[in-house]
């Protein structure tokens, strides 16, 4: 395994995360029967919830699939929510990285791009790293890492600043 892909996880672990509850990382059975209900009636967050959960195997097997289901049913409740998108995206990366499906890639750049241009600057941040960086089927654009993270630095990121300017320097 890379190094990036291992940054790559983690920070995929960490955005899913620091989206739980701030009392317990953990769902109880009560919570995950209100979020299927939620679910179930249309509520967007408790897909989201659900599909969280599946990713990191807290209250459910851990099943991707199934996350990704879940997270898709949110976004699709709720298209225009940033946050569910950017987590989509990264969970198309992760599979992407994970299992080396350019359909995921494509479907990742796809919403990266929509949440970066609504101003999700963690999006930006994250399109200016795959750029930065590279992969097997991404080539290293600096100018076009450069121009994400100026983005995100236009909207107050100080993680984005601090890379453009890195980058500026090299």
Do not use: W
Request: overall charge positive; some cysteine.
């Amino acid at each position: 395994m890379t190094i990036k892909f291992l940054v790559t996880l983690l920070c995929f672990g960490c955005f899913c995360l620091t989206h739980l509850s701030a009392e317990t990382n953990r769902f109880d059975s009560s919570k995950l029967d209100m979020y299927r209900q939620d679910c179930s009636s249309k509520i967007a967050e408790g897909c989201f919830n659900i599909g969280i959960a599946y990713f990191l195997g807290d209250g459910f097997e851990k099943n991707d699939a199934k996350a990704k289901e879940y997270l898709q049913t949110a976004y699709n409740l709720e298209p225009k929510n940033t946050f569910f998108a950017a987590t989509l995206a990264r969970l198309y990366y992760y599979e992407y990285r994970t299992k080396g499906s350019n359909d995921s890639l494509d479907k990742a750049l796809k919403f990266f791009n929509e949440t970066c241009d609504k101003g999700e600057r963690s999006s930006c941040i994250m399109l200016g790293d795959i750029y930065e960086f590279g992969d097997n089927n991404i080539k290293i654009d600096l100018n076009k890492a450069m121009a994400y993270y100026k983005k995100s630095c236009n909207l107050k990121d100080i993680e984005g600043c601090n890379k453009f300017n890195n980058l500026k320097k090299r």
